[in-house]
C-alpha cells in the first residue's frame, strides 16, 4: 500500500500535471550491475561512479567513458520494461500530462532504452535529461531546469524513481518524490515524500482519481 500522511496525501501523489521518471530500474527491469562495473573501471566499492570518472586525468576518463557507454549500449538495447511502467506513461500521456526523463544514463542511450520498450513516443528527447545534460543526481539542478521550462512550482511536479539518488535529487529541489518500493521496506525513511510498490500501483491511483 502506498505510504503518506492520509488519504489527502494519497489524491495529492496523482494531481500532479507534471512528472519526471527515473529511467533504469523505474521504467525498465533493473539489469546495472555496479559492481561489475566498478571492478572493470578499478572504481572503489561503493565509491559514485560518475563521480570518479569526472575525476581522473582526461584520457583514462574518456577510456573509462568510452568502455561504459559501450556496456550499457547493450543493455538498453535488451531493456525490458517495468511492470506497468508502460500503461503508467501512456495513461499520463494521453491526459496531457507534461512528462520528463531525468536519468544518469547517456541520452542517446536513453532513446534507445525508450525505443526498446515501446515508449520512443512518448517523451519529447528535449525533455530528456541525461548524465551530460544536467548534473548527475542526487544533484537538484534536472528537476530545477524542468520546473523552469514547464513554468511550474517544484511543489505542484513529481520525481518517480527507484533509487535514493532519484528521491534525495527530489528532496533537494523542492520536488514530492515518488519512490518504487517492490518489497515496501522503505530503505531510506523521510526522504521521499510517498512509497509505492511498482507503476502498476501507481496507474491504480492515478484511474482511481482520473476514472
Known amino acids: 500500500m502506498a505510504r503518506g500522511p492520509g488519504p489527502a496525501a494519497l489524491e495529492d501523489l496523482v494531481l500532479s500535471r507534471h512528472w519526471v521518471f527515473d529511467l533504469d530500474g523505474t521504467l525498465t527491469v533493473p539489469v546495472h550491475d555496479f559492481a561489475l562495473i566498478r571492478r572493470e573501471l578499478a572504481i572503489p566499492a561503493g565509491e559514485d561512479i560518475l563521480a570518479h570518472l569526472a ?12 568502455w561504459l557507454r559501450q ?3 547493450g543493455l538498453a538495447e535488451a531493456a525490458i520494461a517495468a511492470p506497468g511502467a508502460v ?7 494521453a491526459a496531457g500530462v507534461q512528462l520528463g526523463i531525468l536519468t544518469r544514463n547517456d541520452h542517446a542511450l536513453t532513446q534507445v532504452t525508450l525505443a526498446a520498450i515501446g515508449l520512443e513516443d ?14 548527475p543526481k542526487p544533484a537538484p539542478d534536472g528537476l530545477g531546469w524542468f520546473a523552469a521550462r514547464w513554468q511550474v512550482a517544484p511543489a505542484a511536479m513529481r520525481m518517480v524513481g527507484d533509487h535514493l539518488h532519484d528521491i534525495a535529487c527530489a528532496q533537494a529541489a523542492g520536488v514530492p518524490g515518488i519512490l518504487l518500493d517492490p518489497e515496501g ?4 525513511p523521510g526522504v521521499a515524500r510517498w512509497q509505492v510498490r511498482d507503476c502498476v500501483q501507481l496507474l491504480e491511483l492515478w484511474q482511481g482519481l482520473h476514472g
Open 55 to 66: 575525476a581522473l586525468p582526461p584520457a583514462r576518463a574518456h577510456q573509462a567513458r568510452s
Open 71 to 73: 556496456h550499457e549500449q
Open 87 to 93: 500503461a503508467l506513461v501512456r495513461a499520463l500521456r
Open 122 to 135: 512518448c517523451f519529447d528527447p528535449a525533455q530528456i535529461l541525461g548524465r551530460d545534460q544536467a548534473a
Open 185 to 188: 521496506r522503505n530503505p531510506w
